[in-house]
């Protein structure tokens, strides 16, 4: 990684602890219901995300981490809501939000609340150009009116997520462009609204290795000159590290660790976060022939029918009678790290005057 990727976390502004999040959920639910071909037969539902709280601050990137169908990309939906919740509060620059499906309430609340979708073939319409796709939203928001004012911006929006020269871009479409740069049309889409938040789902995922860097050092860039606050989505916790200040874990739906990203990495506390980073790829432990790796045991369980108590315990190596009998709550452990485990204590139970949140922290340079 770039220097500048590398240090942007050391430029942290001072006592960003007395921060105020602009955009926080609390105890967050969403059970999608499960069809059924017989209408007498009990309802089921699938609990795609159970009381997770998080919390967004400008200016700061909060990764959040976990195998594919742990809950991240319906968390980010609901976040932008696309998803309304089935339970648990949402709150934006301090105040409730009222989840309305008006058109003028959604409208309002995407000016400051956009999301860069994980598929670049897919989030771009293959029918329109690049002028239309960023020549739209910007009239819908009513950033600019007449013909000259869009190409001016669009113009201005492609040089800005580095697809020069812009002129070069505007007229082509979707299917002419590379993955990469896909993904700087949508970014750039979602910059249109002028947004203070940004929800990036796996954001380099479906591009090439060559260019990801590319695509994490531009949304960098982004935080720090419009200090955006930034939710970035990633199934590598590896890179979390370099990319975040904060790192939120979860698994099955629920989140199970959070804290400061060099000590999430340095000294992972709960089972499952040990067992995503034995996972990760460390040429150490590649010449180590896989010595302090944990064993695989098994995948995420049915999120249908989850399992009682902690959702971990059937894959965890150190599970123990009460991890089956109960939810555990949080435990502190000291500089803003926290982790629902049995290992580290009782914890503290999850209701409404207990709200877990990630506070933001300076990186140790």
């Not at 938040?197 to 954001?203: F, G, R």
């Not at 503290?348 to 005057?353: F, H, I, L, R, Y």
Request: aromatic letters at 6%; charged letters at 20%; a positive charge.
């Amino acid at each position: 990684m770039s220097q500048d990727a590398m240090s942007h976390n050391s430029t942290a502004t001072e006592n960003v602890e007395t921060r105020k999040p602009i955009l926080e959920a609390v105890n967050l639910q969403k059970y999608f219901p499960v069809n059924q071909n017989n209408p007498f037969a009990p309802k089921q539902y699938v609990h795609a995300v159970e009381d997770a709280t998080l919390a967004l601050y400008p200016g700061h990137a909060t990764a959040l981490v976990g195998e594919s169908g742990s809950g991240k990309t319906t968390i980010a939906r609901m976040l932008a809501r696309i998803y309304d919740p089935t339970g648990g509060t949402m709150r934006f620059q301090n105040e409730d939000l009222k989840l309305s499906r008006s058109s003028s309430s959604l409208r309002s609340y995407r000016r400051h609340v956009q999301m860069v979708f994980q598929d670049p073939f897919g989030s771009l319409n293959p029918v329109h150009n690049i002028r239309y796709h960023l020549s739209r939203p910007l009239r819908i928001f009513g950033h600019a009116r007449s013909r000259k004012e869009v190409d001016e911006q669009v113009l201005a929006l492609l040089n800005r997520v580095s697809l020069t020269p812009a002129e070069q871009f505007i007229e082509k479409f979707p299917h002419q462009l590379s993955g990469g740069q896909r993904q700087r049309v949508a970014i750039a889409r979602a910059l249109v609204a002028q947004p203070e938040v940004l929800l990036a789902d796996e954001p380099v995922s479906m591009l090439d290795v060559s260019i990801r860097l590319d695509i994490l050092n531009l949304l960098l860039r982004l935080k720090d000159e419009e200090h955006i606050a930034l939710l970035f989505i990633t199934h590598d916790i590896a890179s979390a590290r370099y990319f975040a200040e904060d790192t939120l874990v979860m698994y099955a739906g629920q989140v199970v660790e959070g804290g400061p990203s060099d000590e999430i990495i340095q000294t992972p506390k709960h089972p499952y976060t040990q067992l995503l980073l034995s996972a990760a790829p460390d040429p150490q432990s590649v010449r180590e022939k896989g010595k302090n790796k944990l064993p695989a045991r098994g995948e995420i369980p049915s999120l249908i029918k989850p399992p009682s108590g902690c959702r971990f315990h059937p894959r965890c190596p150190h599970a123990m009678p009460i991890c089956k009998e109960r939810v555990p709550g949080r435990t502190d452990l000291g500089n803003g790290h926290w982790t629902n485990c049995f290992l580290y204590g009782e914890g503290v139970a999850e209701n409404g005057s207990s709200v877990i949140t990630t506070v933001p922290n300076q990186k140790k340079s």
